[in-house]
């Protein structure tokens, strides 16, 4: 079998079978696909950075200059990456049939990857009426009434985005949006999924009557007769929902793709989606195998769904055959949320006295089901909010790995990680347990989590520095649709903690900021060894899976309000390039 080697820059040299060689003498065959050539290429293919940041000594960094690229140019074939270099290194392996790009100067990363994503979710939005950012009631009334005049009567009315938490205090209810829209039953998702606000038509389409038994873990707002106001909390959210016609097959694959197409263009390659229901399931089964997916989904099986999980269990994790999608993996809900006073708190709501949230078989969290996925090797990702519902999640996870040592290894993690209690988190690198975070949310709530929690708890909260010193794996995503996907965003929440105005001033508790590099290895290295994709993906190194992406600034130099103002030039998964800026090369 011929060995070629690996020519590289700042990448660690190795021997690989069946890829051309590196040479670029007279009798070298060109052999790639694709060439990017004239980039800053930071491959990532360096250590961690210290827990305070630091970065390693095998970094492309000084003190006096800061960051430097490693590499400028990089040649796939068949969807592997097989040189990084030099431009002339690269264009040496460029043939006829190879399709060579100038970068112009643009940065290159490994394929950015979203780890807690609800596409089809985003799939659903982008068909349904944007209430993102609206303030009141009243406007968010105005903009459906817009959409009704325009929609046949009798037909349903969706939308979403109202902030549950930053209208916790004055919520909606159905008196005005059915004086207005009596003809349409509408039903109104907030943010974060946490709530639902909807007509009178609608309650009466989903059977919501005065005598509606209340699920576990959920509210159903009532007037003082004891009708339904038309809001709807954590786990009654459901009620509503499951009174929407589902999309046929056909549509939900058209929204799926319509989702994965966006995130494409957002420089994503992979993405972790998480609390995948039977239909959605299929819809991924389905592309993958015509090779429809445009970048690699990780599925996390909902666990709400035990049929579901029951036949997975069966069944056993899964790779499809090209390595787009990956099923092993289950998403449980432990809490609720900390807007919406869902998060089950160790002591009170600062806010709310007497009260500490939901949680546990309460809320729907099936401890059986998802230990027993759990000792069939499936990682497990777990929703926990509040303080009590952290500590609780690693109570659980730590009680079934000593029963089942086996399910220790596979990289459990807690989504959102948000309250956690000084006490606990260290824990999180004793259980090897990574805490799922989402940069967006800390400045998005920063207006209203001290509220809930108090002055000494929230040296607690959206702590990502002190997670990081205590020894805990970190991972960052959007939670989309809730939040801003731009992966702009994404880093500048980071490594700021401030809100796009620039708030507060040096950031929101400032000494939880992520250094730059950080904040990127969140999204590319960390991502992927969170998936269990860190052999394919994550660096830019020989042999690696060509997820690439290209943006137009510089993470690890620009200012940090300058990344606000960046944007995509090329994304590239598995090789292909499924996206590229018009009127790049």
Partial sequence: MTQFRLCARGVAAVTLPLLAACSSGPDATPTADLVLHHGRVYTLAWPDPSTDGRPSAQAPYDSAGGWRHDATAIAVREGRIVYVGTDSGALALSGPGTR???????????????????????????????????ATEAEAVNIIAERAAKTPKGEWILGYGWDEGAWANRYPDKRLLSERVPDHPVVLRSLHGFASWANTRALALAGITRDTPVP???EIRKD?????????????????????????????????????????ESGYTGMHEAGVPPDVMDSFERLAERDALPLRVYAMLSARDSALVRR??????????????????????????????????????????????????SYGFDQRLVADAMRAGFQAGIHAIGDAGNRATLDFIDSVTRAAPSARELRHRVEHAQVVSPADMARFAALGVIASVQPPH?????????????????????????????????????????????????LYSAITRQDTSG??????????????EEAVRGYTVWSAWAGFDEQEAGVIAVGKRADITVLDVDPFRAEPRALLRGGVALTVSRGRVVFEREGSR
């Fill in 100 to 134: 060579v790009v100038d970068l112009a100067d643009g940065v290159v990363l490994p394929g950015l990857v979203d780890a807690h994503t609800h596409v089809a979710e985003l799939g659903e939005s982008l068909e349904r009426v944007n209430l993102t950012g609206v």
């Fill in 216 to 218: 576990n873990g959920g």
């Fill in 224 to 264: 003082a007769s004891g009708e339904p106001t038309g809001l709807v909390l954590n786990r009654a959210v459901p009620l509503l929902d499951n009174a929407v016609p589902r999309p046929t097959p056909a549509q939900r694959d058209s929204q799926v793709l319509r989702a994965l197409r966006v995130m494409n």
């Fill in 312 to 361: 997975w269990i069966a069944r056993g994790p899964f790779t499809s055959a090209n390595g787009m999608l990956s099923v092993r993996a289950v998403k449980a809900y432990y809490d609720g949320a900390l807007g919406s006073r869902g998060a089950q708190l160790l002591d009170d709501y600062a806010d709310r006295p007497g009260h500490r949230g939901v949680s546990g078989g």
């Fill in 442 to 490: 800390a400045v998005e709530d920063k207006g209203w989590a001290e509220t809930r929690v108090g002055s000494e708890r929230i040296a607690g909260a959206y702590a990502w520095r002190t997670l990081r010193q205590a020894g805990a794996p970190l991972v960052f995503s959007s939670d989309l649709p809730g939040s801003d996907w731009s992966p702009f965003y994404g």
């Fill in 503 to 516: 708030a507060p001033p040096g950031g929101w508790y400032p000494a939880q900021r992520m250094t730059p």
